[in-house]
C-alpha cells in the first residue's frame, strides 16, 4: 500500500490482518486478538510448519474462522508478507519464531516504510522464560500484556536491559467472555477438571490426578465430573502430551465411573454448563474466574514453579482434592482478579482500548520505522544466528537458498505426496513421543 494513502484508507475499510500462528491455542488467542483489535477486519490465517500444526479437528473445536487458511514456512510467509501489503500482522507464536519473523521483516523493509504493523503477546498465564520469551519479542510495535501485573514486568525487563519498552501495551487475554455465572443452590452439579499437556509431567502424576478426579466423581454420584481434553492422541498443542489422560484412563481398575467421562470441545461451551473449574495451571482457570465460576489452582503436587499454579498465590483458589471433597468451592480474591485482567463486570474499561488507540497512532504514520529487535549480531552473536537458522534464515534475517521454492514449479502429485509424506513423518514423530520415547525411559529405570 501506497505511504500516501495508508492513514487514509484505514478509516474507511476494513483492515486487511494477517494472523502467524503455530498451534491451535495460539490461533484462537492471534485471530481473536485480530478481531478484538479491529472491527470486522479481512482476515487471512497462516499455520507455521511444525510440530505443532494444528489438524482440522482442532481448528474446528477452536472455532475461530479466517477469509483464508494456509500452511507455511517462515521464509514463504515472509514472501507473502512483501506479496500482500498488510495492514497488520498478529505473531501468535513462541519467542523464537517471533524473533525470526522481526528479522526477516527487517531485511525486507530495513528504512522506514509502510511496512505491517507487528503485534505479539502471550497466550495465556506467563510463569516461566519471562525474560526468555521477552526478549525474543522484542521489536515488535505491539507487545500485549494480559494484565496489569505482566504491564509492569514486561516493561521492567525490557528497561532492565536497557531496550526500548514502549510497545508494551496492556490488554487482557481475548477469549476472556461469555454469560456469568448464576448459582445454582450450595453445591456443584457438574465439575469440570481441566487437564493440561505438560503439566504435570510424569505419568505417576497425571494418574493420580485422573484417579483423584474419577474418587470424587464416586464420592458425589450426584455431581457430573467432566475431564476436559486438549486433544486427541497423536494430536499436538502448544505443548508436548507425552502422556495422554486417555491411554491413563484406560488403566484404571474398573474404568471411570459412570458419572465421570472424557470430553472435549470448546472451553467456553464447556464452561457454559460448569459449576466448579478444577485445574493444575491452565488458562482455563482465568476463563472460569472472569465468568464468575468457582475455580480450585490444585496443591496436591506442591506450589511450585515448574507446575505454574505458583502464578495465583494471592487468588483465593488454591486448594487441595482433598477440600474439594470435603466440599470446598473457591472463590477468586477481586484484588488479585483486578491486577490480573480477569475481572470483567458490566461497565467496566474496554480492555483493549489502549492497544486499539495505539495501533491507530501507527496506522495513521505515512511509514514506520525499521524494526528493530534487542537481539542482534551484537549483542546476541552467539544466540541470534542459531534462531534465525532453525527458521531457514540467513543471520541477516533474508532466507537461506531454496528457503521459499519447496512447492513452486511442482505438479499436483507431486504436491500431493509431498504433504502426505510430511503428515506421514509428523505421525512417526508424535508416536515416538508418545509411545516409543516413554517406552525407553522404563527401560532405563529396571
Not at 494513502?5 to 494472523?19: E, K, P, Q, S
Not at 472491527?39 to 477469509?67: F, I, N, S
Not at 477469549?175 to 443452590?185: K, N, Q, T
Not at 505515512?366 to 532453525?390: F, K, N
Request: proline residues 6%.
Amino acid at each position: 500500500m501506497p505511504a500516501s494513502h495508508r492513514a487514509a484508507t484505514h478509516t474507511r475499510t476494513a483492515l486487511r490482518v494477517a494472523v502467524l500462528a503455530d498451534s491451535d491455542t495460539r490461533w484462537k488467542w492471534g485471530a481473536l486478538t485480530a478481531r478484538r483489535l479491529a472491527a470486522e477486519p479481512h482476515l487471512t490465517g497462516y499455520l507455521l510448519r511444525g510440530r505443532a500444526t494444528p489438524t482440522a479437528r482442532q481448528l474446528g473445536e477452536v472455532g475461530v474462522r479466517a477469509d483464508r487458511l494456509s500452511e507455511v514456512t517462515c521464509a514463504q510467509f515472509l514472501a507473502e508478507l512483501e506479496r500482500e501489503k498488510y495492514d497488520v500482522v498478529v505473531l501468535a507464536l513462541v519467542g523464537g519464531a517471533v524473533q525470526a519473523v522481526l528479522h526477516g521483516v527487517r531485511a525486507l523493509w530495513p528504512e522506514p516504510a509502510a511496512r505491517p504493523v507487528l503485534v505479539t503477546g502471550y497466550v495465556g498465564v506467563v510463569y516461566e522464560k519471562l525474560a526468555d520469551g521477552l526478549l525474543l519479542r522484542h521489536g515488535a510495535d505491539l507487545v500485549l500484556a494480559n494484565s496489569r501485573y505482566d504491564a509492569g514486568r514486561f516493561r521492567a525487563v525490557y528497561e532492565g536491559v536497557g531496550a526500548d519498552a514502549g510497545a508494551v501495551t496492556e490488554t487482557a487475554l481475548p477469549f476472556l467472555d461469555g454469560a456469568a455465572y448464576e448459582r445454582a443452590g450450595s453445591s456443584a452439579h457438574t465439575v469440570v477438571f481441566a487437564v493440561q499437556p505438560s503439566v504435570p509431567e510424569s505419568r505417576a502424576d497425571r494418574a493420580y490426578l485422573l484417579e483423584r478426579a474419577a474418587r470424587h466423581a464416586r464420592l458425589h454420584p450426584g455431581r457430573e465430573v467432566l475431564i476436559k481434553l486438549r486433544s486427541r492422541p497423536g494430536e499436538h498443542t502448544t505443548h508436548l502430551e507425552e502422556q495422554p489422560y486417555q491411554r491413563l484412563a484406560e488403566r484404571i481398575p474398573g474404568g471411570l465411573p459412570a458419572n465421570c467421562r472424557l470430553v472435549y470441545g470448546n472451553m467456553g461451551e464447556v464452561l457454559d454448563g460448569t459449576d466448579l473449574l478444577v485445574t493444575v495451571s491452565s488458562t482455563a482457570a482465568l476463563e472460569s474466574l472472569h465468568r464468575g465460576i468457582p475455580t480450585a489452582v490444585l496443591t496436591d503436587l506442591g506450589i511450585r514453579e515448574v507446575l505454574g499454579n505458583h502464578h495465583f498465590l494471592g487468588s483465593g483458589c488454591l486448594a487441595s482434592w482433598d477440600q474439594l471433597d470435603a466440599g470446598l468451592l473457591p472463590q477468586g480474591d477481586p484484588d488479585w482478579l483486578a491486577d490480573q485482567g480477569v475481572t470483567g463486570a458490566p461497565g467496566a474499561p474496554d480492555s483493549f482500548a489502549a492497544a486499539r488507540a495505539r495501533l491507530g497512532e501507527l496506522l495513521d504514520l505515512p511509514v514506520l520505522p525499521a524494526v528493530a529487535p534487542y537481539y542482534t549480531q551484537v549483542t546476541a552473536p552467539g544466540y541470534l544466528p542459531g534462531i534465525l537458522a532453525r527458521h531457514h534464515l540467513a543471520p541477516d534475517g533474508t532466507p537461506l537458498p531454496g528457503a521459499v521454492r519447496e512447492g513452486g514449479g511442482e505438479s499436483r502429485l507431486r504436491r500431493w505426496l509431498r504433504s502426505h509424506l510430511r503428515e506421514a513423518a509428523r505421525g512417526a514423530y508424535r508416536h515416538g513421543v508418545q509411545r516409543v520415547a516413554p517406552m525407553i525411559r522404563r527401560m532405563g529405570e529396571l
